[in-house]
C-alpha cells in the first residue's frame, strides 16, 4: 500500500478521539499503517528508576493514530473551503 503521508507533512486528525487537531507528522510506522503526529494522543509513559533518574518519572510522549484517521492539511483546508 502506498501512502501519500510522509514525516515532516502536516496533517489534521479527521476522525477519532482527537478530531480536529492538527500537527507535524514524526514518524510513519508503514507495517502497523500508523503515524505519529506531533501534540495528538497524548499517552503516559511509566519510566523505571535508573541512575538519572532515581525516582522513576512519568513521561509524556504521542501514541500513534492510524494514517486512515488524518488528512494532509493542504487537502483539508480546500476541501473545508
Do not use: C, W
Not at 21 to 49: S, T, Y
Amino acid at each position: 500500500m502506498k501512502f501519500k503521508i510522509k514525516r515532516g507533512d502536516e496533517v489534521v486528525v479527521i476522525s477519532g478521539a482527537h478530531n480536529g487537531q492538527r500537527g507535524k507528522v514524526l514518524q510513519v510506522l508503514r507495517e502497523k499503517q500508523r503515524v505519529i503526529v506531533e501534540g495528538v494522543n497524548m499517552i503516559k509513559k511509566h519510566q523505571k528508576a535508573t541512575q538519572e533518574t532515581p525516582d522513576g518519572a512519568i513521561i509524556e510522549r504521542e501514541g500513534s493514530v492510524h494514517y486512515s484517521n488524518v488528512m494532509l492539511a493542504e487537502r483539508f483546508d480546500k476541501k473545508s473551503a
